[in-house]
């Protein structure tokens, strides 16, 4: 390996850290997200550094081409990636369907209150516990995640 390729892949692997940390710090990018882009890194770095260890990982693994072991760490990485990012898109679509049935419930209370003032009539039992039933069933949900 040439002097120009080591640097490179240093720098690279540097960057990319600080190009995180960085959206970890202006809020852009959470913590719990940030998990898998740090080990990647980090990985990167450290090969970057000692490049004989992607060989000697190929080699103990059984892999004829060291680039083919980086390759499949990578898109492993990747697809760990994406497995925790669609697992926080099917928390995010329960909260926001428990919301939005939250949400119809009190806005036809209120539909009904204001029908019923305008019609001088009294509110009845029924009516003023609507909100408390939208509760009870947006509760049976499960509890929220934060």
């Given amino acids: 390996m040439n002097t120009v390729t080591y640097v490179f892949g240093i720098a690279a692997a540097?960057?990319?850290?600080?190009?995180?940390?960085?959206?970890?710090r202006r809020t852009t990018l959470r913590e719990r997200h940030a998990v898998w882009w740090i080990v990647g890194g980090v990985l990167a770095l450290f090969?970057?550094?000692?490049?004989?260890t992607l060989t000697w990982a190929a080699r103990l693994l059984g892999i004829a081409v060291p680039t083919n072991l980086a390759f499949f760490v990578a898109i492993a990485l990747l697809f760990l990636v994406s497995l925790q990012y669609g697992a926080e898109l099917t928390r995010i679509e329960d909260k926001l369907r428990v919301l939005a049935e939250h949400t119809a419930f009190l806005d036809d209370r209120v539909r009904r209150l204001e029908a019923q003032a305008g019609d001088g009539t009294r509110v009845t039992q029924d009516d003023t516990t609507a909100a408390a039933d939208a509760e009870a069933i947006a509760g049976d949900e499960g509890p929220a995640e934060s």
């Avoid at 540097?14 to 970890?24: Q, T």
């Fill in 14 to 24: 540097v960057l990319a850290l600080i190009a995180i940390i960085e959206l970890m």
């Fill in 47 to 52: 090969v970057a550094v000692f490049p004989r």
